[in-house]
């Protein structure tokens, strides 16, 4: 079955259409934004067996001729770990993980603390922002640049260059691509210093890192593996930090008595993040995968090189996994939710994000008290986007 309806709808009212898929059509095939057909899978079961089945590939080589017509990156950045699958993926992990450590990730909590501070202190001068603006936006920008080893004076170009993918701007359609091709020379002559001025930070451990191969040579990463490594950890960090932030602020906003639990006992905060990310992370669905062969999904049988959409909003929504699932709860078990995907693909800054996301809540919180919504919730305006969840501005008064 075909129906254009659906996907249309995502934007504005995404829980709502895929609490009616869940019931009627867990696996529905209807009609992308691009004109083509898309499956959507809204069960919880089936979107956590589909997001770690081999079968369904990000490889863009496996779409029908012509079924793909998504945004697609310049060479020097395609070769990132959300394009591929093992045994590439797996080799490129593996050297990540050797240089993107625990310990890494921890030596950010002090510069995360101070960011959030000082982007406080900017706040405190005045008794109203946009919290996406002023806050939830700057404070992982900061972050990733200083995880990356990017020059503090060029860290306002990347946050414009990151939103000129994000937000797409009608009336400059070029918009997109100019502020791609800006970034690539940028990254290239900042890996091309770091070669020969390497430094305390990710990229300079990411050209060092190197491992022994199954032929006994050295593995590791090439150029543009290299490139397109910083631009995922950049565009993605950044992207589902500011959505994840902002996202928990309103949910707290929605639900007062959550936020009055939380004020009282702040400690609680590491577990809330687990419950934002499943009452509204950032992604509502997860990057398309393209079937190798005739696949079966939910008793439905997805034929090879069609694309599948995984939607973790509503698999985090789905009242068999979660009982009650559209009210946030910060006492819920969340085990097992899939804000951040599962299996080989997890998201691999998860650490990152939710370290993040505690400092911020807890350090705004506390400084202020009375934090509140500035305007009525319907006046709120989100990110025309059928693959994210994210606000564009969220103005409170304290």
């Given at each position: 079955?075909?129906?254009?309806?659906?996907?249309?709808?995502?934007?504005?009212?995404?829980?709502?259409?895929?609490?009616?898929l869940?019931?009627?059509?867990?696996?529905?095939?209807?009609?992308?934004?691009?004109?083509?057909?898309?499956?959507?899978?809204?069960?919880?079961?089936?979107?956590?067996?589909?997001?770690?089945?081999?079968?369904?590939?990000?490889?863009?080589s496996?779409?029908?001729?012509?079924?793909y017509?998504?945004?697609?990156?310049?060479?020097?950045?395609?070769?990132?770990?959300?394009?591929?699958?093992?045994?590439?993926?797996?080799?490129?992990?593996?050297l990540?993980?050797?240089?993107?450590?625990?310990?890494?990730?921890?030596?950010?909590?002090?510069?995360?603390?101070?960011?959030?501070d000082?982007?406080?202190?900017?706040?405190?001068?005045?008794?109203?922002?946009?919290?996406?603006?002023?806050?939830?936006?700057?404070?992982?920008?900061?972050?990733?640049?200083?995880?990356?080893?990017?020059?503090?004076?060029?860290?306002?170009?990347?946050?414009?260059?990151?939103?000129?993918?994000?937000?797409?701007?009608?009336?400059?359609?070029?918009?997109?691509?100019?502020?791609?091709?800006?970034?690539?020379?940028?990254?290239?002559?900042?890996?091309d210093?770091?070669?020969?001025e390497?430094?305390?930070?990710?990229?300079?451990?990411?050209?060092?890192?190197?491992?022994?191969?199954?032929?006994?040579?050295?593995?590791?990463?090439?150029?543009?593996?290299?490139?397109?490594l910083?631009?995922?950890?950049?565009?993605?960090?950044?992207?589902?930090?500011?959505?994840?932030?902002?996202?928990?602020?309103?949910?707290?906003?929605?639900?007062?008595?959550?936020?009055?639990?939380?004020?009282?006992?702040?400690?609680?905060?590491?577990?809330?993040?687990?419950?934002?990310?499943?009452?509204?992370?950032?992604?509502?669905?997860?990057?398309?995968r393209?079937?190798?062969?005739?696949?079966?999904?939910?008793?439905?049988?997805?034929?090879?090189?069609?694309?599948?959409?995984?939607?973790?909003?509503?698999?985090?929504?789905?009242?068999?996994?979660?009982?009650?699932?559209?009210?946030?709860?910060?006492?819920?078990?969340?085990?097992g939710?899939?804000?951040?995907?599962?299996?080989?693909?997890?998201?691999?800054?998860?650490?990152?994000?939710?370290?993040?996301?505690?400092?911020?809540?807890?350090?705004?919180?506390?400084?202020?008290?009375?934090?509140?919504?500035?305007?009525p919730?319907?006046?709120?305006?989100?990110?025309?986007?059928?693959?994210?969840?994210?606000?564009?501005?969220?103005?409170?008064?304290?």
């Open positions: 079955m075909t129906v254009a309806g659906p996907a249309q709808a995502l934007p504005t009212d995404p829980y709502a259409v895929f609490e009616r869940r019931e009627t059509a867990p696996v529905h095939r209807t009609t992308g934004p691009d004109g083509l057909p898309v499956w959507i899978v809204t069960r919880y079961d089936d979107v956590r067996q589909a997001l770690a089945d081999p079968r369904l590939s990000l490889d863009k496996h779409a029908l001729p012509g079924g017509r998504g945004f697609r990156l310049p060479p020097a950045l395609d070769a990132n770990l959300l394009n591929m699958d093992p045994p590439d993926h797996t080799r490129i992990r593996r990540v993980t050797r240089a993107f450590t625990v310990r890494r990730i921890e030596r950010l909590r002090e510069p995360i603390r101070r960011t959030a000082e982007l406080l202190d900017a706040m405190a001068v005045r008794d109203r922002a946009d919290l996406v603006a002023s806050y939830a936006a700057p404070l992982p920008i900061t972050v990733i640049c200083e995880l990356l080893g990017v020059p503090p004076e060029s860290r306002h170009d990347f946050r414009a260059w990151t939103d000129a993918f994000l937000i797409p701007d009608p009336a400059r359609p070029d918009r997109a691509k100019q502020a791609m091709t800006t970034m690539v020379d940028f990254l290239a002559e900042l890996l210093r770091k070669r020969t390497p430094g305390d930070d990710l990229l300079s451990a990411l050209i060092a890192v190197r491992e022994e191969s199954v032929a006994g040579r050295d593995d590791r990463l090439g150029a543009d593996e290299l490139m397109s910083a631009f995922l950890i950049l565009f993605a960090g950044y992207e589902n930090t500011v959505q994840l932030i902002g996202n928990a602020l309103l949910a707290l906003f929605r639900h007062p008595d959550q936020l009055d639990a939380l004020r009282a006992d702040p400690g609680r905060i590491a577990a809330a993040v687990e419950e934002f990310s499943r009452y509204e992370g950032p992604m509502l669905l997860a990057a398309r393209f079937p190798v062969e005739d696949v079966r999904i939910g008793g439905v049988t997805v034929p090879a090189g069609e694309t599948v959409m995984l939607s973790l909003a509503s698999a985090n929504r789905d009242p068999d996994r979660f009982p009650e699932p559209d009210r946030l709860d910060l006492d819920r078990d969340t085990t939710h899939l804000a951040l995907g599962h299996g080989v693909h997890y998201c691999l800054g998860a650490p990152l994000a939710r370290l993040e996301t505690e400092i911020a809540l807890a350090a705004l919180l506390v400084r202020f008290p009375r934090l509140a919504l500035a305007v919730e319907d006046e709120l305006r989100w990110q025309p986007s059928h693959r994210a969840r994210r606000l564009l501005s969220l103005p409170v008064r304290y």
